[in-house]
């Protein structure tokens, strides 16, 4: 082997980069060769002269700035997590999306009750009349010993309106045939004409017998400017009495 | 020095083990730090360069592959990249020589007392580091990681992103570049006969 050949390897040679073959024929010519070997140790002499001079530990406040940058990022990856996984479950442990649409339903069906109310609530005020409801009362609830639910399911309701006074207009909930007793009420400074004109009131009591409703089960609202003039028993009452 | 940590250790620390990761912090920090310091030559910059590369590797493990080689050598390519970033915004041009040939007196003589030997072998050790300086940052890389770290060619291709052949030219002219600087300033007869020979 050549020296010209040898220098082109030598590097490879020191840096462990060169095959067994090669490493062998360049061993050998190391042994016979001066200047190659002057050469060889002029590089290995780099390489030490390197090492000795440049010794290498880094500073303490390094430890201190990574290990911390560590924790940092491991509290911040658990922070992560744990929004990822609330984010999942949702509110109050139901999932976001349903918890959504449920709010979505209930808007619906808020708004479609408020409109249910607003047409039942038109259909109940007149102007000028007089609102009558029946009474829920489950104590005094006694019919004909009945309860209050086998009662329900004998009557039917509706709206009717009972003219007392030309003025007045009278809206009650009638309940058929199991009707007792009633109650007429008059406005407060009509009492007197209506007096005067008994006749008519009682026809008109008796017109109204079987559409009134049982005054047993009625309360009566917006009443102050009216009062009571006569409580009749109406004649389907007393044919079953 | 070659590192060579286990790879459960590895897993480990990309899954938040913080032993693990002191365990394989503790055993490259010196040479990331190092090879960021011989670079720029500046211990504080260094350390942010440390400190970044990784930071890499806690925030995003997946970025490592065990199939394209070390820990050690991706942390490296990571703070290499992270050093190239800084030479070139503070405008040092990455592939000229720019080493000046000073005269320096002769450090290694062996008949001092101990104290002021100790004295010149630091002055030399700063001869020595202001030799690697000088070289060009793509000679000064490879010198530091084949000389200092021991690594193989295809380890040095891979940090740098080049190939073999371009890592033996540019290690071939860094070693000569700095026995040319070290005869200069040292006795050293087998560094100068290095030189003599190689030109």
């Keep these: 082997m050549k020296c010209i050949e040898v220098r082109g390897n030598l590097e490879a040679f020191v840096d462990g980069e060169i095959g067994s073959s090669e490493k062998e024929r360049i061993t050998l010519h190391l042994g016979d060769c001066d200047s190659c070997r002057i050469n ?28 911390k940058a560590f924790d940092n990022h491991q509290t911040k990856k658990q922070f992560t997590k744990l929004r990822e996984k609330q984010e999942k479950v949702g509110w109050f442990g139901i999932p976001k999306l349903a918890f959504a649409f449920g709010l979505l339903l209930l808007a619906l069906f808020s708004g479609l009750a408020f409109q249910i109310g607003k047409i039942s609530a038109s259909n109940v005020q007149v102007s000028n009349s007089l609102i009558l ?17 086998d009662y329900a399911k004998q009557v039917e309701t509706k709206i009717v309106e009972v003219p007392i006074i030309k003025e007045k207009i009278v809206k009650v909930p009638v309940i058929k045939e199991k009707i007792v007793t009633r109650t007429i009420y008059v406005a407060k400074n009509q009492r007197r004409i209506l007096r005067n004109q008994r006749k008519f009131s009682e026809k008109e009591s008796l017109a109204l017998m079987n559409s009134v409703k049982d005054g047993e089960f009625l309360t009566q609202t917006n009443l102050k400017d009216f009062q009571p003039i006569s409580v009749i ?8 009495e | ?10 897993e480990k620390a990309s899954s938040g083990n913080a032993d693990a990761f002191s365990e394989i912090y503790y055993l490259l920090k010196d040479s990331i730090w190092g090879f960021a310091y011989r670079m720029t030559n500046h211990s504080q910059i260094a350390e942010d360069i440390t400190q970044e590369a990784f930071m890499v590797f806690i925030e995003r493990p997946e970025k490592y592959e065990p199939k ?3 820990l050690f050598s991706f942390l490296c390519g ?3 990249n992270k050093v190239l970033n800084h030479l070139k915004k503070s405008g040092t041009r990455l592939e000229t020589n720019s080493f000046e040939t ?22 030399f050790s700063e001869k020595i580091e202001s030799c690697v300086e000088n070289l060009s940052p793509f000679q000064r890389e490879v010198l530091l990681l084949r000389e200092i770290e021991d690594l193989s060619y295809a380890e040095i291709a891979g940090i740098t992103e080049t190939n073999v052949g371009i890592v033996k030219g540019r290690l071939y002219r ?9 005869s200069l300033c040292m006795k050293s007869v087998e560094v100068k006969n290095y030189e003599v020979h190689r030109s």
């Excluded at chain 1, 028993?233 to 079953?240: A, L, N, V």
């Excluded at chain 2, 020095?1 to 590895?10: D, N, T, Y």
């Excluded at chain 2, 002021?116 to 072998?121: D, S």
């Design chain 2, 174 to 182: 860094a070693r000569r570049a700095l026995a040319h600087e070290l």
């Design chain 2, 68 to 70: 394209k080689g070390s």
């Design chain 1, 40 to 67: 060889l140790k002029a590089l290995l002499a780099i390489g030490r002269t390197m090492k000795q001079a440049l010794p290498v530990v880094a500073p303490m406040s390094l430890d201190a700035r990574v290990l």
């Design chain 1, 133 to 149: 409801k029946t009474d829920q009362k489950e104590s005094s609830f006694k019919h004909n010993g009945l309860n209050k639910n």
């Design chain 1, 233 to 240: 028993k109406p004649k389907i009452s007393k044919k079953e």
């Design chain 2, 102 to 123: 000073k005269q320096f007196e002769n450090l290694a003589s062996g008949s001092m007392n101990s104290p002021f030997r100790e004295l010149l072998n630091k002055e």
């Design chain 2, 1 to 10: 020095m070659r590192k060579k940590i286990e790879q459960h250790l590895i």
């Design chain 2, 78 to 80: 990571v703070a290499r």
